[in-house]
């Protein structure tokens, strides 16, 4: 019987939605769940809507920056990205700086984005998911496990994927589940800003980004144009977690420090012609598990993303998620 009911995926940005991708590939039911309007979570992309200024639909990538592949089957997915058009190759070079300025470049990985925002990938990928099985604007409240069923607001599913950052599944996680609160407490995680800055076109040095070391105030420099593969004169930048925790309940409030610290980095006297301010509290875990995911049988309470398999990159939240569906694929074969 318990078969029967629905698996319940928590969470539709990397984790949750490659999880779900499993699920539906071994037509098993389930219900795809996310308090955002939309798919994407921390791969988040916003459109700028300012009639009349050239900007005007440029699309922002406000969360995650960009990604790099390391892992073989996480690299064949990202090929299908590309060949559809969705992913692009952005670079593998960026400046360094302190505060004082400019100190070098340093090359690494290729760093991946996506023309129409790193968000459209999520998107791209929840497109086999029938419309029906993806609940957006539901923001979870509870998640109990009564008789042999995990009841997730009242209703009841066979097991639950909880594809969200690990202090966000502790609201919804009864306190009588004490041993996966304590799985949960193991990983301390940073808030981060990210602030979006238009300026006048044709202003900006040329630059893909900045890594900003030593400096109180912002981490990195995003040139939110190159990133899309066009020259808009977008930027956006990140705020150290200790400041940016200092402004979660006024993340607008941020934007003069984070302008006058981006503003000599990139040699720029004019201020911006638009600002706007996003804040993550829970952006980005600071350590991770080694282990892909965790699925208790007993509970029948799974978890996945990007503080577990390495982390905390999208190719971590990939591979947690992928490995979520194919463990709970398998537990649910097993059942039949
Ligand atoms: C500012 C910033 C910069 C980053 N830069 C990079 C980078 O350069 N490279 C890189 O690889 N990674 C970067 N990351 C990390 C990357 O975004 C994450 O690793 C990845 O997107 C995590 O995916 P996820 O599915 O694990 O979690 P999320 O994307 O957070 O998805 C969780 C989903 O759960 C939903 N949710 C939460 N609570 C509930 C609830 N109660 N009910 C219903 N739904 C709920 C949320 O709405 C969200 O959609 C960055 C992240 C941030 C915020």
Same mark, same amino acid.
Not at 122 to 142: D, G, L, M, R
């Given at each position: 019987m318990t078969n029967q009911l629905p698996i319940a995926v928590i969470g539709a940005g990397m984790s949750g939605v490659a999880c779900a991708r499993v699920l539906h590939h071994h037509n098993i039911p389930f219900h795809l769940i996310d308090? %955002?309007?939309?798919? %994407?979570g921390r791969m988040a992309s916003r459109r700028i809507r300012e009639? %009349?200024?050239?900007?005007?639909g440029h699309i922002t990538d406000i969360g995650a920056s960009y990604f790099t592949v390391q892992d073989p089957d996480f690299a064949t997915v990202v090929n299908s990205w590309i060949d559809a058009g969705t992913a692009r190759e952005w670079t593998d070079t960026f400046h360094v700086a302190t505060p004082a300025g400019i100190s070098g470049i340093r090359t690494g990985p290729m760093r991946y984005s996506a023309t129409e925002g790193l968000r459209s990938i999520i998107e791209h990928q929840a497109?086999?998911?029938?419309? $029906?099985?993806i609940q957006p604007s539901t923001q979870v409240e509870s998640i109990a496990v009564e008789d042999k069923h995990v009841v997730v607001d009242g209703e009841s599913f066979s097991a639950v994927a909880v594809c969200v950052p690990d202090p966000q599944a502790k609201q919804f996680l009864?306190?009588?589940?004490v041993s996966t609160h304590k799985l949960l407490d193991q990983i301390q995680w940073e808030a981060v800003i990210a602030v979006t800055a238009v300026f006048e076109s044709g202003m900006l040095p040329k630059f893909d980004g900045v890594f900003v070391n030593d400096h109180p105030v912002i981490t990195w420099i995003a040139n939110d144009g190159h990133r899309r593969g066009? $020259?808009?004169?977008v930027v956006v930048a990140h705020v150290h977690p200790q400041l940016a925790a200092q402004h979660l309940a006024d993340p607008v409030g941020v934007i003069p420090q984070a302008l006058d610290a981006v503003l000599p980095i990139l040699g720029l006297t004019e201020h911006p012609q638009w600002s706007s301010a996003m804040r993550w509290t829970?952006?980005?875990?600071t350590s991770a598990r080694d282990e892909l995911c965790a699925f208790d049988e007993i509970t029948h309470i799974g978890f996945a993303g990007d503080s577990w398999a390495g982390g905390p990159k999208v190719e971590a939240a990939w591979k947690s998620g992928h490995e979520l569906g194919i463990r709970l694929a398998k537990w649910w074969n097993q059942r039949l």
């Amino acid at each position: 019987m318990t078969n029967q009911l629905p698996i319940a995926v928590i969470g539709a940005g990397m984790s949750g939605v490659a999880c779900a991708r499993v699920l539906h590939h071994h037509n098993i039911p389930f219900h795809l769940i996310d308090r %955002g309007r939309v798919v %994407g979570g921390r791969m988040a992309s916003r459109r700028i809507r300012e009639s %009349g200024t050239p900007f005007d639909g440029h699309i922002t990538d406000i969360g995650a920056s960009y990604f790099t592949v390391q892992d073989p089957d996480f690299a064949t997915v990202v090929n299908s990205w590309i060949d559809a058009g969705t992913a692009r190759e952005w670079t593998d070079t960026f400046h360094v700086a302190t505060p004082a300025g400019i100190s070098g470049i340093r090359t690494g990985p290729m760093r991946y984005s996506a023309t129409e925002g790193l968000r459209s990938i999520i998107e791209h990928q929840a497109k086999v998911i029938p419309t $029906e099985q993806i609940q957006p604007s539901t923001q979870v409240e509870s998640i109990a496990v009564e008789d042999k069923h995990v009841v997730v607001d009242g209703e009841s599913f066979s097991a639950v994927a909880v594809c969200v950052p690990d202090p966000q599944a502790k609201q919804f996680l009864d306190a009588s589940l004490v041993s996966t609160h304590k799985l949960l407490d193991q990983i301390q995680w940073e808030a981060v800003i990210a602030v979006t800055a238009v300026f006048e076109s044709g202003m900006l040095p040329k630059f893909d980004g900045v890594f900003v070391n030593d400096h109180p105030v912002i981490t990195w420099i995003a040139n939110d144009g190159h990133r899309r593969g066009n $020259e808009d004169p977008v930027v956006v930048a990140h705020v150290h977690p200790q400041l940016a925790a200092q402004h979660l309940a006024d993340p607008v409030g941020v934007i003069p420090q984070a302008l006058d610290a981006v503003l000599p980095i990139l040699g720029l006297t004019e201020h911006p012609q638009w600002s706007s301010a996003m804040r993550w509290t829970f952006a980005k875990p600071t350590s991770a598990r080694d282990e892909l995911c965790a699925f208790d049988e007993i509970t029948h309470i799974g978890f996945a993303g990007d503080s577990w398999a390495g982390g905390p990159k999208v190719e971590a939240a990939w591979k947690s998620g992928h490995e979520l569906g194919i463990r709970l694929a398998k537990w649910w074969n097993q059942r039949l």
